[in-house]
């Protein structure tokens, strides 16, 4: 999710969120990974940091709907997409946040800098004071009483998604509010960074108005699913505490926000990394018009109707000649935070087998995918940490995982491996796969003379022949990257005897089918495989694998389980060292690689356009202009 930058477990360009540390002291400085493209920002220094002007309406374009106007359902999973993100995310605001480009933690509505906790008998206690003169949008003041109520309110009605990186009830016991504007959090054991300091937890929470949701959520307390009932609930006259308030939302057309008469951080100047900036907002609206297609939003970009276009898959690299030879447009290239990615359903059938995920993953050759059939305009992954989040990146342990995961491996030799897997869990075919000769016979391994013989009919280790498996990926015309993957998977896997399906599928409905919970806000996980992507959150301290593989966790809709996983979670959360967190982190990434929940596949850096009437304070930060939901704060007239 993003605010003045990302703060959640992250959104599902997909769902979902994170943190990163900014003293660069656990790694070595990496550089963005190497597309085949120029991935170097334009030179903006002329266009961006300069005391723009105020001016009537910022319109940025967008290719998903969005679809909802309540921020309780924006960060739950029903409602957790990046173009939620985008739209709302500006409306709220935490008593922390994560300032860009420097991505370091520091006060939104709390006073001063986070106190440390102390122990007070067997418990731990936390407090931090908010400023006096924060007021919502319509003028009442931000009280500590809010923040109490937002958390009691997602601990009581059972709040998943990024409400349980937020509310960390398993160490945090209690929210009060000790005055007005006093803040005490109580914790069951001594928290480490993650809770208490870089992470997600109270301190970053989104904060919602108690006076305005206080009778809706009475109301909805007494109905059959409490939950279901605050999601549906209407947000549309919810004061806000962020730059901007909702003003309008039409389904399949557009959404529009206005700017907060009552912001109170309007006219403060901030720093971050070494940029010095001042906020706003200084546009008086905000459109969130919907386009079908990158063609057509290029052209209102370039017609004047649009004056940045958001995409958490970045724009068309197709695009970018007609763009740059434009004087009236810039494109600007950035390093991601996120991945795109396989997932298996672990509690189905075969995808529950590691023999059978090892065997599947081996078969996608990424390199081939990313070089040629995607003609270098996107690179391959083998650790979900992405390379441009450089403290926390380790380049080394990312090459053991990239080795041992098969990078490098030709087409053949990945047969072979899979095979070999296969066969030694005891699976067969109806038609073996392998390397015929000229006569006809049959070898396990590729050899001169001989060529590969498909496979047909995988059968299971009892003897059961395994029904069709639905590979589901987004459409061609929403992201033709994760589509042309699909379709290579489900070709390499059904060479092999493997029977996929490559399922093209609406983006929305993706997301509602994989994330789907019933009555017990458990999952359903009604798929066998799906290729998503997660827009991260929060990289000061990247806690999303927790997030999103710890047993039971928020956005764990593949069913993993491991004990070892949650140790290494639990070791990462109770960190109370940078260095201890760095340690646990690769140690997750290991388990992970070889577990499977996830198959990374790639990534790109971030293409983004604008149009030169609009300037920024800034043009280079970790996952473009975007991250910070298109800067509605801090954007300014030429």
């Not at 007005?180 to 108005?209: H, K, Q």
């Not at 078969?363 to 979900?384: D, H, M, R, S």
Request: with cysteine.
């Amino acid at each position: 999710m993003v605010a003045a930058a990302c703060t959640g477990g992250g959104t599902a360009d997909t769902t979902a969120d994170t943190t990163g540390d900014t003293t660069g002291e656990t790694t070595e400085e990496t550089t963005p990974p190497d597309t085949g493209e120029d991935t170097t920002p334009e030179d903006t220094t002329g266009d961006t940091g300069g005391a723009g002007g105020e001016f009537d309406t910022y319109t940025l374009g967008i290719f998903q709907d969005v679809t909802t106007d309540n921020a309780w359902n924006m960060l739950d999973t029903a409602g957790n997409t990046v173009w939620n993100s985008y739209f709302l995310d500006p409306t709220t605001a935490s008593a922390y946040q994560i300032a860009l480009p420097g991505l370091e933690v520091v006060p939104e509505l709390a006073a001063g800098e986070l106190p440390p906790v102390t122990q007070e008998g067997d418990v731990w206690v936390g407090e931090f004071t908010l400023r006096d003169d924060a007021t919502w949008s319509d003028g009442e003041p931000i009280t500590a009483h809010d923040v109490a109520f937002t958390w009691n309110t997602a601990v009581e009605f059972e709040l998943i998604g990024n409400w349980e990186d937020f509310t960390d009830t398993d160490i945090v016991t209690s929210v009060e509010a000790v005055d007005d504007y006093t803040v005490r959090v109580t914790f069951n054991a001594e928290p480490g960074l993650a809770v208490w300091g870089l992470g997600n937890s109270v301190p970053l929470m989104p904060i919602m108005p108690e006076h305005y949701w206080g009778p809706i959520v009475e109301e909805a307390r007494g109905t059959e699913n409490p939950r279901e009932t605050l999601l549906a609930a209407s947000g549309a006259e919810a004061p806000a505490a962020g730059p901007t308030v909702f003003a309008d939302r039409q389904e399949g057309s557009f959404a529009a926000s206005s700017a907060n008469p009552n912001y109170f951080a309007k006219g403060e100047e901030m720093t971050s990394g070494d940029v010095t900036y001042t906020v706003g907002p200084f546009a008086q609206n905000f459109q969130f018009p919907l386009y079908g297609g990158q063609d057509q939003a290029v052209l209102a970009l370039a017609n004047g109707e649009v004056d940045l276009l958001l995409n958490p898959l970045g724009m068309q690299q197709g695009f970018r000649e007609q763009v740059e030879s434009n004087p009236d447009l810039t494109a600007v290239v950035n390093p991601t935070n996120g991945y795109r990615f396989l997932a298996f359903n672990h509690a189905r059938a075969p995808m529950s087998d590691p023999a059978f995920r090892d065997a599947f993953s081996i078969l996608i050759n990424k390199e081939f995918v990313t070089e040629q059939l995607l003609q270098g305009v996107a690179f391959p992954l083998y650790v979900i940490l992405p390379e441009g989040n450089t403290a926390w990146y380790n380049e080394e342990v990312a090459a053991q995982i990239a080795e041992e995961q098969g990078a490098g491996l030709d087409d053949d030799a990945r047969r072979a491996e899979a095979k070999r897997i296969l066969v030694e869990a005891g699976y067969s075919w109806e038609t073996e796969p392998g390397w015929v000769d000229s006569d006809g016979n049959l070898s396990d391994e590729p050899g001169e003379g001989l060529s590969f013989q498909p496979g047909e009919g995988l059968i299971d280790p009892d003897g059961n022949p395994i029904e069709s498996l639905e590979l589901i990926h987004p459409t061609a015309g929403y992201d033709p990257l994760r589509a042309t993957f699909g379709s290579y998977i489900a070709g390499v896997a059904q060479e092999m005897g493997i029977p996929v399906v490559s399922v093209p599928t609406d983006f929305n409905k993706i997301v509602a089918d994989v994330f789907a919970v019933d009555e017990n806000n458990e999952y359903t996980s009604p798929f066998d495989m799906f290729i998503l992507g997660y827009s991260l959150g929060n990289p000061t301290f990247p806690t999303f694998h927790q997030s999103f593989f710890g047993t039971d966790a928020s956005d764990n809709n593949t069913q993993y389980s491991n004990e070892e996983f949650d140790a290494a979670a639990a070791a990462f959360a109770s960190a109370s060292s940078v260095e201890e967190a760095y340690e646990a982190l690769w140690e997750m990434e290991r388990i992970i690689a070889r577990d499977k929940p996830h198959v990374p596949l790639f990534d790109t850096g971030i293409l983004e356009f604008y149009n030169n009437r609009v300037q920024f304070p800034f043009t280079e930060t970790l996952s473009g202009l975007q991250f910070g939901s298109g800067m509605q704060e801090f954007v300014t007239a030429r």
